[in-house]
């Protein structure tokens, strides 16, 4: 005899030892599995059957990805329907199709010169800017206000907005269907306003009105054009980076320099 148990032996110790069942490779969650067990047997025979658990790591149920799109075909049927920065300043005030609004302080529309030949895009407000009601007034925004000052610019001679007018909660990054709903009021808002120029900064800016699938490390520096039906013309746009990265990044702040460069050069009539 080596000392080896036979397979029966274990059994039998298991048995003993009050093991009544085996267990599979993956876990099961008990708990939804019984709630769903009662749910079914509540359920009377007539009633159609459940709909399957709902997976986490597949897309929200169709009705979810309905009720998104209609939400913003509304955004955009109000946004259509403004013809002045007023009325468009009023329907984002009571406009009532994204939560972000609900814990937001206030709405905040922009801030600068509407008819200035440059109109500067961010991407959501932050703290202090929800306190205040103004777009870039906090740590990033006195860097954004340095940049321009730097090729002689100001809040007189430049417009500023956000593509998202609404503070999301603890700063994080707005979300694609959140700044899908907000598309239709800033397009509007570009048309209003009619600029010579856009600038945008960040990445959120970037991807949202130049419709590229590229990072903001590559789309900086580059003239592209923005296009909309109620432009009278293709407006030339640049991106580059935004202040609260180059305040993190500070060695960005070479290539951001050479991007206002290309904005004060397209200023003076000197093109690229
Ligand atoms: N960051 C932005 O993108 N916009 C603001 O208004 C403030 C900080």
Not at 131 to 145: E, H
Not at 241 to 253: I, N, W
């Amino acid at each position: 005899m080596d000392g080896a148990l036979h397979p029966h032996d274990i059994l039998r110790w298991y048995l003993e030892a009050g093991v009544d069942e085996t267990i599979g490779e993956t876990p099961v969650d008990r708990y939804a599995v019984s709630s769903r067990a009662r749910e079914q047997q509540q359920r009377p025979a007539s009633a159609p059957p459940p709909d399957p658990v709902p997976d986490r790591h597949h897309a929200p149920p169709a009705s979810a990805a309905v009720a998104a799109s209609a939400i913003v075909g509304t955004a955009a049927h109000i946004a259509a329907g403004c013809s002045s920065l007023a009325e468009l300043r009023v329907a984002l005030e009571g406009f009532d199709g994204l939560a972000l609004k609900r814990a937001a302080a206030s709405t905040v529309f922009a801030d600068g010169n509407p008819e200035a030949a440059v109109m500067c895009i961010g991407e959501a407000p932050g703290q202090e800017e929800d306190r205040q009601g103004r777009p870039f007034v906090g740590a990033s925004g006195k860097l954004l206000d340095r940049m321009l000052n730097s090729i002689g610019l100001d809040r007189d001679t430049a417009y500023i907005t956000n593509v998202v007018p609404w503070r999301p909660p603890a700063n994080r990054k707005p979300g694609p269907d959140e700044v899908a709903v907000c598309l239709p009021f800033l397009s509007r808002h570009i048309e209003l306003v009619d600029p010579q120029m856009l600038v945008l900064f960040g990445g959120a800016a970037a991807s949202a009105l130049l419709a590229k699938a590229e990072g903001i490390n590559r789309l900086r520096g580059r003239w592209f054009e923005y296009n909309s039906p109620g432009l009278p013309r293709p407006v030339p746009v640049l991106a580059t980076f935004h202040p609260a990265y180059l305040l993190r990044t500070p060695e960005a702040k070479r290539d951001a320099w050479r991007d206002l460069l290309m904005v004060r050069k397209k200023l003076d009539g000197g093109g690229r």
